[in-house]
């Protein structure tokens, strides 16, 4: 069984109340962290779900061949996806791609996955250093566009570190085209959304991770859309509601429209461009 982070461990889990495939599949080769159930908050599977699908949707949608997953974790995009692209690159810290790669090996074992693609590179590094973005781009056609996209990164950045990353990001998509698909567009409405359904949940997990994530939310929409055009992007802005119909875990777990809204009405995806 593979320890990883409490809160990699509670996406995985709820990723199992979707048909993402392979989600399941990972889940059962975790072991539980030390945290309390009441962080499980199965009935926010569809916001993961959507998130998730939607990031895909908008990737098909984007044309490229070539990809960089910032931060993967345990999402089994890379798998599940890389048949469809030219190159796929995740990233993830040392420790937690040691584990992804461990992860892989299990299921290469039980035959749960034929093959790993030979397409799919796994590159350990700290997305808010040089070095990473120097070493990553030898794995991708320079003439060529790439998508960078990331899940549930930003809310552990300050503002400070988000920062940092865009201008990573920017100087990547300069120098190659292509666009930034990033959901993490942390909003204080989504955070109170979250306290509503389970009351103090968000100071449970800054708790948990040490990371005030709170404090790392935008005001609103507009607040984060300027703080990406300053940083030199143009933005596309997708709602979560776009993939409802796409959604497996709300007929799994009865999510009524109105909890729905609550979800992923706010929420929203960036598709941003270098300018």
Known sequence: MNKVAPTAWLVAYRRTLSDIPLGGDIFGLLEKPDISDDLLRPRSAPQFEARYKLVNKLLKKSNTKQVLELASGLSPR?????????????????????????????????????????????????????????????????????????????????????????????????????????????????????????????????QLTGVDIASNRFENVDHARKFFENLGFIIETHSYLEVTNDLYSIKKLGITDDELKLLNGDAVVFVMRAI
């Open 78 to 206: 890379g798998l599940n996806e890389a048949k469809n692209f030219d190159v796929y690159v995740e990233n993830d810290l040392p420790d937690i791609t040691k584990q992804k790669k461990s992860i892989y090996r299990a299921l290469l074992e039980s035959d749960v996955i034929q093959s790993q693609p030979d397409n799919l590179y796994i590159v350990a590094g700290d997305v808010l250093k040089d070095p990473l973005f120097e070493q990553v781009t030898n794995y991708f056609n320079n003439r060529r566009p790439i998508a960078v996209i990331n899940e549930g990164l930003m809310r552990y950045l300050n503002f400070e570190q988000k920062e940092s990353l865009a201008h990573h990001i920017h100087a990547l998509l300069k120098q190659h085209g292509g666009v930034w698909i990033n959901p993490d567009i942390s909003l204080k409405s989504i955070q109170l959304s979250e306290d509503a359904s389970n009351k103090g949940h968000v100071a449970k997990i800054s």
